[in-house]
């Protein structure tokens, strides 16, 4: 596990559960954006934001424990919504992943539609160990 630094940006209105900034030495990983898939490949929650939100924190989290990291090495996330209206269902499963003291920076994005049409959420997690 690396050190991270959270530095807050002078002139710059703090995040909303979000870092604006993340510093920290070491080895990138990066992991593709991750939908609801399970092992077999068949999307879960199918028209359920949490049930997919869910899912998608457990392909992410597999990920990093495949590299060797862990949530506390994550520096960045970047969801991409087909309906903003997920977005408290993806803060409320993130918040049991990060540190909401120091959470990660992130991005939220909506998007017309993802690769799959069933599919609500995909998550990129960047991560230094």
Not at 87 to 100: H, I
Not at 112 to 117: D, K, Q, T
């Amino acid at each position: 596990m690396s050190t991270l630094e959270y530095p807050r940006p002078q002139g710059v209105a703090a995040g909303n559960g979000y870092s604006h900034v993340v510093t920290g030495p070491g080895q990138w990983v990066a992991i593709a954006g991750q939908v609801a898939f399970d092992a077999d490949g068949n999307i879960v929650g199918e028209g359920d934001a949490e049930a997919q939100t869910r899912q998608v924190f457990a392909n992410l989290d597999a990920a990093l424990k495949a590299a060797g990291a862990t949530w506390a090495d994550v520096v960045k996330l970047n969801y991409y919504l087909t309906d903003m209206a997920g977005l408290p269902a993806l803060r409320t499963v993130r918040d049991e992943y990060v540190d909401t003291a120091n959470p990660p920076a992130s991005t939220a994005v909506q998007v017309v539609a993802l690769f799959r049409p069933e599919a609500l959420i995909e998550i990129e997690a960047y991560a230094v160990i």
